[in-house]
């Protein structure tokens, strides 16, 4: 146990001392439970992002700052920057596709093409915080960079599925084309400028609702005809083959958006010949996607459980925001999971399994003389792959009992000068309480067998 | 293949371009072989976290500056700070451990205790870059908290055994005390101060040499007399038993050294009666560790093909750190491992295996006629947890092969129409040009076995 020593100091300023210690707003402290339940799912995601062939990289947090601004379109206040001690204006990355970016400029030349890469960490933005929505946040990254093909579409949309059934979420891959969306403006008659406000506005749709959007579009200054045609798009339902049709009417008059059509229809159709479950699969026409880099398919996927938590995963095709170092574009796509807001959506509806603790056994500890036994059957046990604590010395049984229960370790093993002289121990299954004696020499076994 | 366009925009500044377009001095890309490598020296290291019982959590990377400076020793002038949104003074964590002692604070009536944590992430440090030092760096760090037990340490030194050993690398446990040290300080008759700063000294004894050493604490104004003890205890040399005893005859006669010593002594006939690889661990009397909060066992790690790199794993026992929100102390021990110094050391004495993908398999492409076939082929295996890439369409054969074999991907399958018809794939060890005709339903059973 612990020595006390009190140190005059810290009394005098216990309140401020409070204030300090508390974590800043939209930070978290990850730990217990849900920080074992977040490393699962990050786990199984980058499981996913294996299996379709990316493959890892990490850049760094921190950049210049007129780097990671340029061409991004995040706002200014949105964005972590300073002057670091050599005078530089540096900032702290808000996303991994802009980083990647520079990446693949000053690779170019040692790059095997396409690329396809994943990255996993921390992102900052000076956001409100709100439900699911924090200042530093692990976001999951899958991009395709060097290759401007229906197969890598197609592939991006199997990828967000396949991470969705392994994580056990009931979700859809709601899915668009930024070409479908100005085939929309196109056939308005709209200018780049009134088409680039469209677009954002069809984006709040799902937060904002249909009666706002339309607000929008008048205090925008759009026209009757053209509000009417919007809310005609937006309203488009079916399944997907009946969308198709339907848009086809809307805007298959357009040379772009026929274009888009064309091109998304061959991905669901390869989804569905293919045999995959068509319906988690969407084709959305409102999907807009905020940003303004992407340039062809672009995909939202809600929470079915709860859509109010926002898309849990995202991206699409953004062919005009790469370049090789001559200047030219490289054609690229993406998805994007946000882990904490997927945690955050997951724990909301119960959806995490019960995770207390990753050890699975500890040992009960007789005293000080029995140690060398302990640190013996642990080295056995840890080498063999199982997770094993030994208990502190000095605590009575019953409480050590106590202790291994609250932390949800499923077996304890109970090891006197008795069993060692007869080669045995006693195991005992902490939520049954069945215990049973089994020679040492098939622990291990015991031990592998009820692991699942 | 991509679209080409060119902006004009581009053409006009790109050496301004290239100067932004570097990472900042000390920070890193990585990716390829050495970013498949470093995860799973990464995935080594929390599995031996884990087999010792340690738990998994994240705490936040932004803080409150007064918070991390406070009693962390760290110079002001090694933290990247700054003036948030909301006007606050924020800093980057430039480590684990002053973040631990907050979050403990604030979750002191959640935990069971011993709390016993790993954590894995980025610190921040504006350091002059070096040979495997950098601004931006992961360490992974194990502490447990609420336990000043004998069996902790033992528990500690043995987790950085384990550790080694998992990740392959002849390396040695170097392990002191610094009640030991402070024996020395006791015999000697110094003051507090000059005890500091002889620990001080003693620290920079691997790097700057003893004749360094010894001109350093003469500049100090030691005498001849302590400076001569100094010296013969930095030179105390033999086995571990052999070293015990001469520090015996140097500081037992100080109450709290033969402390210390009888405390370590615990330690290492613990790990020898247990079984444990007794040449893995070396008494030295000579490790000090830097930082101002060590109370007890300190420990660091050669690399031993190359010394020269520094402590690979480093740590000890930090009991007047920690408090208790009502203000007491409360005893912990943890290492730490910056993982880009191993990694720059075992790179820089070829001790990485060779990984350039996790990819196991890539289809060869032989038109989009085929893709829904590929499409299938590639769900089958991937079901079956096996790496999948399916090759761009479009592209020769030959080409295709090349770009297999230069990714360093193990087998390419030939799926053509008279395949399909046959209901058989064709499948190529990429090493040895090996070509196999196989029922597609015994596919994933030929490349399990064949994953190693």
């Known amino acids: 146990m612990p020595k006390n020593e009190q140190d005059p100091r810290h009394t005098e300023s216990t309140q ?32 996913s992002f294996r299996l379709f062939g990316f493959q890892p990289q990490v850049l760094p947090s921190l950049h210049l700052s007129e ?23 540096v900032a702290l990355r808000f996303d991994h596709t802009v980083p990647l970016r520079d990446f693949i400029e000053r690779h170019y030349s040692e ?91 069809i984006d709040k749709l799902d937060k904002a609702g249909s009666q706002r959007v339309v607000k929008e579009l008048q205090e925008l200054g759009f026209s009757a005809t053209v509000i009417g045609n919007i809310e005609r798009y937006l309203s488009i339902e079916g399944t997907n083959d009946e969308i198709f049709d339907q848009l086809d009417n809307h805007i298959g008059s357009s040379d772009k958006g026929k274009q888009g059509l064309n091109r998304l229809a061959k991905v669901f159709s390869a989804i569905k010949d293919s045999g995959y479950e068509s319906n988690h699969f969407r084709l959305d026409p409102s ?5 303004d880099y992407y340039t062809g398919l672009v995909v939202e996927t809600s929470f079915n459980p709860d859509p109010s938590y926002g898309s849990i995963c995202s991206g699409g095709r953004y062919d ?54 302990y640190l013996k059957l642990a080295n056995t046990l840890r080498r063999a792959g199982i997770p094993t604590e030994i208990n502190l010395s000095g ?16 077996y304890s093993i109970l090891l006197g000068s008795d069993e060692v002289s007869k080669g045995v121990v006693k195991i005992k299954n902490m939520k049954t309480f069945e215990e049973e004696e089994i020679p040492v020499d098939q622990l291990t076994e015991f031990l592998k067998q009820r692991d699942e």
């Open 16 to 47: 401020m001392q409070r204030r300090i210690n508390q974590p800043l707003s939209g930070f978290q402290d990850i730990w217990g439970q849900r920080m074992i339940q977040r490393e699962r799912i990050m786990g199984t995601v980058i499981e």
């Open 395 to 410: 605590v009575r049984l019953n409480r050590q009992m106590g202790e291994i229960s609250k932390r949800g370790i499923p």
């Open 287 to 291: 999907i807009a996607r905020g940003l």
């Open 111 to 201: 790059l095997t093409l396409p690329y396809r890469r994943y990255e996993v960490g921390n992102v900052w933005r000076a956001d409100r915080p709100a439900k699911g929505r924090y200042r530093e946040f692990a976001q999951m990254d899958a991009d395709i960079v060097g290759d401007s093909s229906v197969q890598a579409d197609i592939e991006t949309v199997l990828l967000v599925d396949n991470i969705m059934q392994k994580i056990g979420v009931d979700a859809t891959a709601r899915i668009n084309s930024r070409e479908i969306l100005n085939g929309l403006v196109d056939v308005n008659g709209l200018s780049d400028e009134e088409g680039a406000n469209l677009l954002r506005v």
């Open 320 to 373: 005009h925001f790469i370049r090789r170092p001559q200047g030219e574009f490289m054609p690229a796509i993406g998805v994007s999971i946000g882990v904490d807001r997927l945690l955050a959506a997951m724990e909301s509806k119960n959806l995490l399994p019960d995770a207390k603790t990753t050890t699975q056994v500890a040992i009960v500890n007789f005293g000080d003389e029995m140690l060398t036994q």
């Open 67 to 89: 780097s990671l601004e340029k061409g991004s379109g995040m706002e200014q206040k949105m964005i972590y920057h300073f002057m670091d001690h050599g005078g530089r204006h």
